[in-house]
Each structure stands twice: as C-alpha cells, then as structure tokens.
C-alpha cells in the first residue's frame, strides 16, 4: 500500500469566518476548490498560496491521486493531480 502524506499546493480563494477556500488543479488542467477551518491550511509569507496536508494514494508517472482532508463540492475526496503539487514538506 503507498499511502504517504504530503502536502498539496494551492492558491487562496477567500479566508472569512475561520475557513479559507483554497483552489488547485486536476491532472488535466481543470480547476477545483476545497474549503477549510483556517487552522487546517498552512499559508505562505504573503498569504496568497498556500499548502494542505493530503495522503497520497498512488502514483503513476506524473499523475498522483490523493485523499483530500475534505472533498472538493464537484470530485469528492479524491483527486488526480499532477505530481509537481504534491511536496513532502512545506517549503521554508
């Protein structure tokens, strides 16, 4: 089994009420959206991007599917994404 955790790049949507909708993109390009409790997203210095821990379910050449931490409104739980989205750490 290749369950192994990392970290999802994304970009902020909005932050209102202590949740932050964060946006990222399929394998093929289309767009999805998640939204979160604040204290679930782990943001950069200028608040523009920022990263969420998924679980990591498999991959396949430049395709990963992970388990997001809650679904996107139009795919659910998991997603196909590229695997350049995926890091093992946040970045510093």
């Given at each position: 089994?290749?369950?192994?955790?990392?970290?999802?790049?994304?970009?902020?949507?909005?932050?209102?009420?202590g949740r932050t909708t964060l946006s990222s993109?399929?394998?093929?390009?289309?767009?999805?959206?998640?939204?979160?409790?604040?204290?679930?997203?782990?943001?950069?210095?200028?608040?523009?991007?920022?990263?969420?821990?998924?679980?990591?379910?498999?991959?396949?050449?430049?395709?990963?599917?992970?388990?997001?931490?809650?679904?996107?409104?139009?795919?659910?739980?998991?997603?196909?994404?590229?695997?350049?989205?995926?890091?093992?750490?946040?970045?510093?």
């Amino acid at each position: 089994m290749f369950n192994e955790r990392g970290y999802l790049a994304c970009e902020v949507v909005s932050t209102l009420d202590g949740r932050t909708t964060l946006s990222s993109q399929l394998h093929d390009g289309s767009l999805f959206t998640i939204t979160l409790q604040s204290h679930e997203v782990f943001f950069n210095s200028d608040a523009t991007q920022a990263f969420v821990r998924v679980e990591k379910l498999g991959q396949a050449g430049d395709r990963c599917q992970i388990q997001l931490p809650s679904p996107s409104l139009n795919y659910g739980h998991h997603v196909l994404v590229n695997i350049i989205k995926v890091l093992r750490q946040i970045p510093s």
